[in-house]
């Protein structure tokens, strides 16, 4: 069974202002006095909306562990065009309790489908300019291919079943919310 570790409390839900950043990271292992071959460490899920910039190396981080060979990522940045515009920044906002309990469930059916030791699901919140990352997915597993195909299916999910919403900022001052082509919520009218 995995402990799940669940943060968004450096985003405020009705100002989205910034508050203190959080602590994410608690002890791994269940005996720390023993030999590394004969300590069993449990599994974690670290899921963290924020408005803060996101590091690829603080998320790589969380998910290493001594019984793994393998940790994949997937980090979505802001690109600096769409269908010709030139774009600034994009701006994202979700509802947080369901976001929560939707990347929840996601990180349960990545433990269904594959063999994975950590999972971290990091979603920046409000305004992320042009190649910053808006997204970092980490996964460990002690071979390759779980880790690389449950990232694959972690973002092609997230896109699909996580209220979340983004707005393009473009260079000619207008903006447009996009419509998430993946997500099975979205209706057209």
Known sequence: MSSLEINSSSFNQETKLPLSPPLVEDSAFESPGKDINEVEEKSKDIIKFTSEQLSVDEVSQLVISPFCGAISLFVGTTRNNFEGKKVVSLEYEAYLPMAENEVR?????????????????????????????????????????????????????????????????????????????????????
């Open 105 to 189: 469930k996601l990180c349960s059916d990545i433990r269904q489908k594959w063999p994975v030791k950590h999972i971290a699901v990091f979603h920046r919140l409000g305004l992320v300019p042009v190649s910053e990352a808006s997204i970092i997915i980490a996964v460990s597993s002690a071979h390759r291919t779980a880790s690389l195909e449950a990232v694959s299916y972690a973002i092609d999910t997230l896109k699909a079943k996580v209220p979340i919403w983004k707005k393009e900022m473009y260079e000619e001052s207008s903006s447009s919310w996009k419509r998430n082509k993946e997500c099975f919520w979205a209706t057209d009218d």
